[in-house]
């Protein structure tokens, strides 16, 4: 048999997520960088995002949060805007639920921003807020 010559296997290279517990201090945005919205995850590390700006962007998911921070559409991420293409951007921060409604409070998102929810791209959708549920009486069981 071969000798393992490794530190462990794969549950060591998932770690423990211990960061999640801890309060980190929010971070704002600075010069090259903006807010985005989620709207869908392409794979490869990419996702597509609609920044505060009005652009929808081809973000690129940098290698120390790939795997670690997981992603969703709908959240909230602290983009870098690229010199170069300004169709692309690379994601730098994921803002967790309570820190996304921090900024909002804040004023640093626009009021319309709807937090944690993905806009449907076919426009889809109920219409008007109607519930889509059927109402039997009890004369239709009856005949069944």
């Known amino acids: 048999m071969p000798k393992n010559k490794g ?3 794969k549950n060591r290279k998932r770690g423990k997520n211990e960061a ?3 309060k980190r201090e929010l971070v704002f945005k600075e010069d090259g960088q903006e807010y985005a919205q989620v709207q869908r995850m392409l794979g490869n590390g990419r996702c597509e995002a609609t920044c505060i700006d009005g652009t929808k ?4 998911i940098r290698g120390k949060m790939h795997k670690k921070v997981w992603i969703a559409a709908g959240d909230i991420v602290l983009v870098g805007l690229r010199d170069y293409q300004d169709d692309k951007a690379d994601v730098i921060l ?3 639920s309570d820190e996304a409604r ?3 409070a804040y004023g640093e998102l626009p ?6 929810e993905v ?21 239709d069981i009856d005949k069944i």
């Open 7 to 9: 530190k462990g296997g």
């Open 20 to 22: 999640d517990d801890e």
């Open 57 to 60: 962007r081809l973000c690129h």
């Open 94 to 96: 994921k803002y967790m």
């Open 102 to 104: 921090l900024l909002k």
């Open 111 to 116: 009021e319309n921003t709807r937090l944690n």
């Open 119 to 139: 806009n449907d791209l076919d426009g889809g959708g109920s219409d008007g807020g109607e519930d889509d549920y059927i109402e039997f009486e009890d004369a």
